[in-house]
């Protein structure tokens, strides 16, 4: 359904998907203005992928305007967040993870045998082209002597803003494909503009910047 949106327009959708927002708190994590925000809401509810309603502010505020996703993939994806809480709550943040590692797992034993004896690069390119199919508009290159690794889009936004863990374990699951130290820079989940990964490379810099 939400196929045809832009950039813009899918993080606010991912974004209240994880729970309903405000357009002042929408405008704070993507880094725009709430002039913006106010003009993708408008289209969202025209698309009937967005609802607006009233509530009452703390103290003697005015009431303000919340808005919430009731697309299709909403209440699967807060379904998913609820299930991470309780277990969280029941178990600790350490029972989630290890779910995380044991799906990550499986990734792995999937792609480790299509980058066994490439060099970084390669790899690189093939894990890019990887998470590019899973939605994650994924590119690198190489800058000031170290490669990175970039995603411009999260497809679990709504659950990385409120577990953490997702963003923990993607991290760790790069390390052990690469075999290389990786460090995140930045990520969407925390209102960053894009998930940007360096990887600590031993090799001398290319000839040219590549892409993904």
Known sequence: MAL???ETKLRILETLRAGPRCAGALAESL???????????EDLEREGLVRAHLEKSEGRGRPKQVYQAIDEQAPYARMCADVLTHLKELFGAGL?????????????????PHMQGLALEQKLYR??????????QASFYFEEGAWYL??????????????SEFCQSELEMYQKLLGLPVVREERIAAG??????????PSASPE???SG
């Open 4 to 6: 045809g949106l832009g």
């Open 31 to 41: 880094g725009i203005s709430k002039v913006a925000v106010h003009r993708h809401l």
């Open 96 to 112: 989630v993870l290890e779910v995380l590692a044991r799906r990550n797992a499986k990734l792995l034993e999937e792609l480790a």
């Open 127 to 136: 894990l890019a082209e990887f998470l590019t199919e899973q939605g994650y």
């Open 150 to 163: 970039e995603q411009a889009r999260c497809p679990k936004l709504a659950l990385s803003i409120e577990h």
């Open 192 to 201: 960053g503009r894009c998930c940007r990964y360096r990887i600590a490379a």
């Open 208 to 210: 040219k910047r590549p």
